[in-house]
């Protein structure tokens, strides 16, 4: 297969189009801006619909719109435009709406800066918007994983019929790395199987759709989350996905996802050169989150600690405890959004914890 | 027996939940008769405003959405960028389109995005019961404004139709009231034409209709028509805003 040498935007929005999406509604903000750019040129060439919003909120809402159609629908932004998104993902989330969100973080809170960030792994997995739902959220860790996970990212949305965040940072957004491109699904909505969508021929279909989060009565609000329940149960024994990285023998087990990994793994492997054995457990689904398998990694014979790596306070940091649950030491060591922390810096992080093991 | 009226089809047989004297109602059956008068049965999507207005998918008979408050027109764009083809229409209250609602809107105009968007100014917050809308007349009283509205402390009312004509991507703006038979036959073919200048490949179209809410005025039916004559037709001018199709 051909490499490509591909900048991250771009290489993600053209996986989003090769899985089918045909349409993408966005507004500027750094540093994801040439996601949209790359939309605005590369849609009318395939006969797709790229239309800047007048707001996150608008372009969210947009997403509501075309997601109930059925279409495979992208949005992409950055930490305060994710913010103002919010609103309109725990309605598309309560509707039951596939659809992909990207949020390429940057350093916050508040403006923050336009520097990589991972301050919204709560945001992402927590909720964000109110209400009881869950996103599945992914986080990729290269250009590549970016690239193949957009289209599981719309296989996962369409097959649980559920919103689907993707995070990455400005770093994997920016950089340039040789990939391989997967070839062009040209996605049609077949409305024989998305019989809930929405496409005006409501008089003739047996029940006319109604896109809807509304549930007046007590007992139908329950149904709705019992419905949302059960499916989150579901994701979460068949969806989560993971790395696990120089677990044999380590004496102290990493966590961090993204980039952040990334720079963890050098860290990992100029400590193997000098002998000392420290593995990673990478979470590739920030939700659902791999507690068992971090769990089970972090109380394996020899392992004497865990470090949890982050760019941010720590916050990831609260799964990995709940993973581990009391049964081993966790430490942390981060910065917060808009500096990446170096490898020596790990390094020294972890040959710091060996001392007192 | 001869059948004389029918109601139209394009209405489902759920009650509606309105207040006796309440104008929603009327206007609900005047989108669904031109709905089914344009034949546009089987090729409609309708999306329901956050308002008294919220169920308004259990009552017009075609796919619908209900979209968060205000937002009805930027998820009318995302369904209509997907099918160009389909009528798509927004049914919306002047809290939801002319308060939390105005940067969708505006924008949506600007785009001259081809949809119909039936505004319903009441003069107030229907359903949370009664607080000042940005369409509370000055000295009008309401739950928020107990001593009347103050345009020193609010400002004026907002005149939408005035508002929106003045975007070049407007192509229709009209504001008709229920008030009479005469007005009630007028707001029809506003409505309709509104439609028809959609599926013409026109927009944006907007159809203001002014309308009563005896229930939050704190008076009857009656009084209420008389009030909307007698104070909100005087405001807010009844006409034709913008037609580019009769230019
Ligand atoms: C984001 C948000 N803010 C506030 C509300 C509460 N709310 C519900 S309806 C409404 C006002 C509706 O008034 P209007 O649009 O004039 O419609 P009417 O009820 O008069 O038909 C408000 C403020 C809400 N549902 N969502
Ligand atoms: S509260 Fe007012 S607007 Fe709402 S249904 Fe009653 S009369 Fe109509």
Known sequence: MALTLMKGSEAIAEAAIRAGCRYFFGYPITPQTEIPEYMSARMPEIGGCFLQAESEVGAINMVYGAAGTGARVLTSSSSPGVSLKQEGISYIAASELPCVIMNVMRGGPGLGSIQAGQGDYFQATKG???????????????????????????????????????????????????????????YKIDYSVKTWAANGRGMSKPQRAIINSLYINTEDLDMLNERLQATYRVIEANEVRYEAYNLEGAEIVCTAFGTVARITKSAID??????????????????????????????????KAVLDVELNAGQMLEDVKLAVNGEQKVDFFGHYGSHMPTPEEIKEKLLSMREVL | ??????????????????????????????????????????????????????????????????????????????????????????????????????????????????????????????????QMAPTTLVGQKTTTSPYGRSEEWCGAPIKICEMLSQIPGCYYAERVALNSTANIIKAKKAITKAFRYQMEGHGLNIVEVLSTCPTNWGLSPVEAMKWLEENMIPYYPLGVYKDKGAE
């Open chain 1, 128 to 186: 964000g918007g109110h209400g009881d739902y869950h996103l599945v959220v992914f986080a990729p860790a290269s250009v590549q994983e970016a690239i193949d996970l957009m289209s599981v990212a719309f296989d996962t949305a369409d097959k649980y019929r559920n919103p689907v965040m993707v995070v990455a940072d400005g770093m994997i957004c920016q950089m340039m790395e040789p990939v391989v491109l997967p070839e062009m699904q040209d």
């Open chain 2, 1 to 130: 027996m001869a059948v004389v009226f029918e109601k139209t089809k394009m209405l489902t047989d759920t009650v509606f939940h309105y207040c006796p004297g309440c104008n929603h109602g009327i206007a609900h059956r005047l989108v669904a008769e031109s709905i089914e008068d344009l034949g546009l049965e089987d090729n409609v999507i309708g999306v329901a405003p956050v308002g008294c207005a919220v169920f308004a998918y259990n009552y017009f008979n075609c796919d619908m959405y209900e979209a968060a408050h205000g937002r009805a027109p930027a998820v009318a764009t995302g369904i209509k960028r997907v099918h160009p083809e389909v009528c798509v229409f927004t049914y919306q209250g002047d809290g939801d389109l002319a308060s939390i609602g105005t940067n969708e809107i505006v924008h949506a105009a600007h785009r001259g995005e081809k949809l119909t968007v039936i505004f319903i100014n009441n003069a107030i917050y229907g359903m949370t019961g009664g």
């Open chain 1, 270 to 303: 100029d400590l193997k050169e000098e002998g000392i054995n420290v593995g990673l457990i990478r979470p590739i689904t920030l939700w659902p989150f791999p507690y068992k398998q971090l769990h089970d990694a972090a109380v394996a014979p020899g392992v």
